[in-house]
């Protein structure tokens, strides 16, 4: 056993800097009223001496905790098997430790996890939410709300009982689904191809349902109409991707290009077309979503999509919740459903990167 080490004090900074243990406790929590002579005193003793405030009592003072939930609504095993969640969450944390915040991690396994994670956050453990990957019928959009924790939504809100875009309230960070999905289905039809497909994601999520309208859409623009046959619903993974190739593969042989609504789909589509002697692009071309380094250039051939910036986005959705949260009405502006205050959403844009798919 080692032996516990007695932590420096409040009072022992106090006396180090020569003034009150009250001057040093507003310089810690970050109060005003003090003079910056004295409060640069202050803090070199702080330093000196290695003073670690209390976070219990910090947060009796300052009402603040330092802490912000990130709650994904998945699983643990979709969680960390796709490389979209760690390139948010990297964004989120860059984010947070720039302002001296914690991250704290919070999945959904199933309907009796969104209670618990309804309870933690009406407990007041943390500051606010970072909420993305919610579902059409997910209840955690109404349960944060009667929690009344300040939340910023990643993707469009449009959920049958919490939020949607158009609600009072709500402040969500997404990119140009579907002006995204019309550039890579122009690009398709641009190589001189036809028949082309489109393998959804899960479409009980808004980024698919947004992907699968821009396909439609440009699609319609351009040859007036397509084949209900060249969709096929999948569910944003690669196995996903390889079951709906094979029924697409099936239901309609003759299809020259593929548009996946992610990367990781697209993935499952290149082996089944491999598979079955299909050469890419010469036979299918294939156009993704996302531009997951390295999965899009590790893929064969590389793959042809489209980018968001994945990163970004997650700095951008804790940017907004703490700015929400620093400027004195946080508690009524980043919670959805505020009374009176507009909803806020920032769609970032998307860009076609060519490699040798497409």
């Not at 319609?220 to 569910?235: C, I, K, M, T």
């Not at 959705?317 to 505020?338: C, I, N, Q, T, Y």
Request: glycine share 10%.
């Amino acid at each position: 056993m080692t032996e516990a080490v007695s932590r420096p004090t409040l009072e022992a900074v106090a006396a180090r800097a020569g003034v009150s243990r009250a001057t040093v406790s507003r310089v810690v929590n970050g109060g005003d009223g003090v003079r910056e002579p004295l409060a640069e005193r202050v803090r070199r003793a702080v330093e000196e001496l290695g003073y670690v405030p209390n976070q219990a009592a910090r947060s009796l003072v300052t009402r603040r905790h330092d802490a912000v939930a990130v709650v994904i609504a998945e699983p643990e095993a979709r969680v960390f098997a796709d490389p979209f969640f760690a390139l948010q969450l990297r964004g989120i944390s860059k984010e947070l430790t720039a302002h001296d915040n914690q991250l704290v991690l919070l999945l959904t396994e199933g309907r009796a996890d969104h209670a618990r994670v309804a309870r933690y956050l009406a407990g007041g453990h943390v500051d606010g939410a970072l909420v993305f990957s919610l579902h059409l019928e997910d209840p955690l959009p109404g349960l944060i709300r009667a929690a009344g924790v300040p939340t910023v939504f990643g993707g469009r809100p449009h959920w049958g009982r919490g939020a949607r875009a158009e609600d009072p309230g709500v402040v969500y960070v997404d990119c140009d689904n579907r002006g995204g999905a019309r550039v890579a289905v122009r690009h398709l039809l641009d190589l001189g191809r036809r028949r082309v497909a489109h393998l959804t994601g899960a479409l009980d999520q808004t980024s698919a349902v947004d992907r699968l309208d821009g396909y439609r859409d440009e699609m319609a623009d351009v040859l007036g109409e397509s084949d209900p046959r060249l969709v096929v619903e999948s569910d944003f993974t690669p196995s996903g991707g390889e079951r709906a190739m094979r029924e697409l593969l099936e239901r309609c042989p003759d299809v020259d290009a593929v548009f996946a609504a992610n990367d990781l789909t697209a993935l499952g589509a290149l082996r089944v077309l491999r598979e079955s002697g299909r050469r890419v692009p010469e036979d299918v071309a294939v156009v993704g979503f996302d531009d997951m380094l390295p999965v899009t250039e590790q893929a064969d051939p590389p793959l042809t999509t489209v980018r968001q910036d994945i990163e970004e986005m997650g700095r951008l959705m804790a940017r907004l919740l703490l700015r929400g949260l620093s400027d004195g009405r946080g508690r009524e502006r980043a919670v959805a459903g505020g009374p009176g205050v507009p909803a806020t959403g920032v769609v970032l844009p998307t860009t076609l990167i060519r490699r040798a798919s497409a």
